[in-house]
Every structure is written in structure tokens, then in C-alpha cells.
């Protein structure tokens, strides 16, 4: 079966015509479904995309409506996801992000626990699924603020690279209004460049 969403980085496309506050709820609802807990524990992360904030919530109501807790981390880089996964023991996250793509864009990416990507028999499965009515859950999950995201993730920076001495070093910064805008600066900063 070919994928009609997912490409190799997860769904992207301009938002309002491929990628919409409907199409994240549904996707939202059917990656739910594939989870093997009692009560799934997601996060959500999301890149400073203008149209961010709204598919942010419609996957926080797809996770919700799924019986599963949306945790939503804000603005944060790609690479904090798969970190907090795992350093959380959380059971997927979304990543809200279409990287290079124009500024129209957006796009979503699923990680599992593990902190990987999904796999693509994962990615079928879920496509397969929006095809289909969602079940209707019988409990309702929480929206929650994930709060201390940013410093979890600048700590276990900090801790990867320790031996990385930047004494002394001067060092500019484009953080091209992206999700680094606030990590990248205080990274650097506790490395002491």
C-alpha cells in the first residue's frame, strides 16, 4: 500500500489546504490508537510556524479525545522530542514542524518511544485508519502544559557535551526565527562561549 501522507519526514504541506486542524485531530486520534498503554502520555512540540499554535491544539484534542494526555511542551527544537520521550518514559510525540519548507508550510512528525520516528508499517497502519470512523474512547484524556521542557532539554545538552570546551570562543547565532531561538543562545552560554 502506497502512502498518500506521510512522506519521509513525516506529513508536510501548506497549511490550510493539505495540512489542517482537521487532518491533525484525525491523525492525532488514529496515532492513539496504536499506542499499548492503559493511558497514553503524549507530547507535543512545535517549531514558531504562525499556523503552529492551532494545529498544536488540534493534536492536543485528538490525543484528548482519544483518552490519552496531550503534553504540551511549546516551542521547542526537533531533536527535544525524542530526547524528553525517552527521558520522560512518554509513549509518542508530535513534532509540529516543516523544517525548510516554506513558510506557508507545516507539517507533522510522529515519534515513537523509543524516540525514533515511526516505522513505515506504523505510518500505514494510521493512514489506514483515518479511513475509518474513530472509535469512540470511553474516558476523556487531559491537556496539560508540559512544564520545564526547555531546561530538561538544556540540561541533558549540557550533560551530552561537557567536554566540549568553548572557552573563550565567539560565536554567532542565526537561529532564522526557528525553535532554537531560546536553546541555542543558552546552550552556548553554559558552555561558556
Avoid: W
Amino acid at each position: 500500500m502506497a502512502r498518500t501522507l506521510f512522506g519521509t519526514d513525516g506529513i508536510r504541506g501548506r497549511v490550510g489546504e493539505f495540512v489542517t486542524p482537521d487532518l491533525a485531530l484525525r491523525l492525532a486520534r488514529a496515532a492513539v490508537t496504536h499506542l499499548e498503554t492503559d493511558r497514553p502520555q503524549v507530547l507535543i512540540v512545535r517549531d514558531t510556524r504562525e499556523s503552529g499554535e492551532m494545529l498544536e491544539a488540534a493534536i492536543a484534542a485528538g490525543v484528548a479525545a482519544s483518552g490519552a494526555d496531550a503534553l504540551i511542551a511549546g516551542v521547542l527544537p526537533t531533536p527535544a522530542a525524542p530526547l524528553l520521550l525517552r527521558r520522560h518514559r512518554l509513549d509518542m510525540a508530535a513534532v509540529i514542524s516543516a523544517s525548510h519548507n516554506p513558510y506557508e508550510d507545516n507539517g507533522i512528525k510522529l515519534f515513537g518511544s523509543d524516540g525514533f520516528k515511526l516505522h513505515d508499517d506504523t505510518e500505514h497502519a494510521i493512514e489506514a485508519e483515518l479511513e475509518n470512523s474513530p472509535a469512540q474512547s470511553e474516558r476523556i484524556g487531559h491537556v496539560r502544559r508540559f512544564h520545564g521542557a526547555l531546561e530538561d532539554y538544556l540540561r541533558e545538552l549540557h550533560v551530552r557535551f561537557a567536554d566540549l570546551d568553548l572557552t573563550g570562543k565567539r560565536i554567532l547565532l542565526d537561529c532564522a526565527h526557528g525553535a532554537t531561538f531560546r536553546a541555542a543562545p543558552e546552550i552556548f552560554r553554559r558552555l561558556v562561549a
